[in-house]
């Protein structure tokens, strides 16, 4: 069974970084897409960023092009979420998320974290 936990969530000055770290045990196929979502209060999940596990070929959503980066770590089985410049309506839960289609819809996701908090303030 594939289980998914994240890390690296916090408090962080706009403006600021974080890294947020999953951790993924239980085997999972070279061409599995991995993604990172986030669920603000009273809002659908939303996809954030993801990329085919086997190339690293990665999309982002439009909201944070150019300031996140999704990258991962085959040896240890990790994916990373780089988040630079953050704002305050990067305030969300953020998910990592295995599935089986390289796109941001929560549907092409079978397994799921059980998410971590960030929290941008101003």
């Known amino acids: 069974e594939v289980q998914l936990v994240e890390s690296g969530g916090g408090l962080v000055q706009a403006g600021g970084s974080l890294r947020l770290s999953c951790t993924i045990s239980g085997f999972i196929d070279d061409d599995a897409a991995l993604a990172w979502f986030r669920q603000a209060p009273g809002k659908e999940r939303d996809g954030v960023s993801c990329m085919k596990r086997r190339d690293g070929r990665a999309y982002y959503d439009d909201d944070v092009k150019g300031r996140f980066t999704i990258f991962a770590d085959r040896a240890e089985n990790k994916v990373y979420l780089q988040m630079n410049s953050l704002k305050p309506e990067d305030t969300a839960v953020y998910y990592c998320?295995?599935?089986?289609?390289?796109?941001?819809?929560?549907?092409?996701?079978?397994?799921w974290g059980q998410g971590t908090q960030v929290t941008v303030f101003s």
């Open positions: 998320a295995v599935g089986r289609a390289t796109m941001l819809s929560a549907w092409a996701y079978d397994y």
